[in-house]
């Protein structure tokens, strides 16, 4: 597999093609060259570095949203890329992660129409699929259309997207969730503003004050996604924002 160290002018020349929308020069580029389609991006020459991307990483990269991003996603699989190809350094992440992360809606859909797979592990916070990253980092929009193209769901990604219907159905069994992963959806519901799934969850006994990721408490959280009433309707309820958690400085 060919790895070309960032500041080669073959991998400035195609990662500009890619990123500036240019999908006529990103087809020349990759006749020309055809190994280019399955290489990896590393480090500036002579840089230690054992982070590489492809090129389908390199076209759903933050911010995403490039110029013809699903045409430039399908140029790049009909040339030979492989639309799974992992991340290789820190984490595992496919295409289809990053697209997630980026909310980018279009990249994320060839991707999955040229077959990338949904329930790809990977993600860098505890190594799942691409809802994971879509729903952690409130990248709303993605989130939904992985649901929509059939992604399977966990409590607290339910408890964030407001699927009422599914949680309740994760305690009409006989083995109930566990407090912590209660206490997480409580948390994550409030992270994506959720009321409804964060009183049903409060009311089986969630932490309220948990200090839970990035040392936020569900109060914090919420008013970091701009859930204002909810926010409200936490502080009614006793809740606390942490000591660094932008409540704190309301």
Do not use: Y
């Not at 009321?195 to 049903?200: D, H, V, W």
Request: charged share 20%; glycine share 10%.
């Amino acid at each position: 597999m060919l790895t070309i160290p960032s500041d080669d002018p073959m991998a400035v020349a195609i990662v500009a093609a890619i990123r500036g929308g240019d999908v006529e020069s990103l087809r020349r580029q990759l006749v020309e060259n055809p190994a280019l389609a399955t290489a990896r991006i590393g480090a500036a020459s002579g840089a230690v570095c054992t982070d590489q991307r492809s090129l389908l990483h390199v076209a759903t990269d933050w911010p995403g949203h490039f110029p013809n991003a699903g045409a430039t996603v399908r140029a790049l699989i009909a040339a030979g890329a492989d639309v799974n190809a992992p991340f290789e350094g820190r984490h595992r992440e496919t295409p289809l992660h990053w697209a997630a992360s980026s909310d980018d809606v279009d990249a994320l859909d060839s991707l999955l129409d040229s077959g990338a797979h949904i329930e790809a592990p990977g993600f860098v916070i505890g190594g799942g699929t691409a809802l994971a990253d879509a729903v952690a980092f409130g990248q709303w929009n993605a989130a939904r259309r992985l649901l929509e193209r059939g992604a399977r769901t966990t409590l607290w990604q339910e408890a964030a997207l407001g699927l009422m219907d599914r949680v309740e159905t994760r305690f009409a069994g006989s083995a109930p969730p566990a407090p912590e992963e209660i206490t997480n959806a409580f948390w994550c519901a409030c992270h994506g503003g959720q009321r409804r799934s964060a009183e049903f969850l409060l009311d089986r006994g969630a932490d309220l004050n948990w200090v839970g990721h990035n040392k936020l408490t569900p109060l914090d959280v919420a008013q970091k996604s701009g859930a204002g009433a909810l926010a409200e309707w936490l502080r009614d309820r006793g809740a606390r924002p942490g000591r660094d958690g932008p409540a704190s400085r309301d």
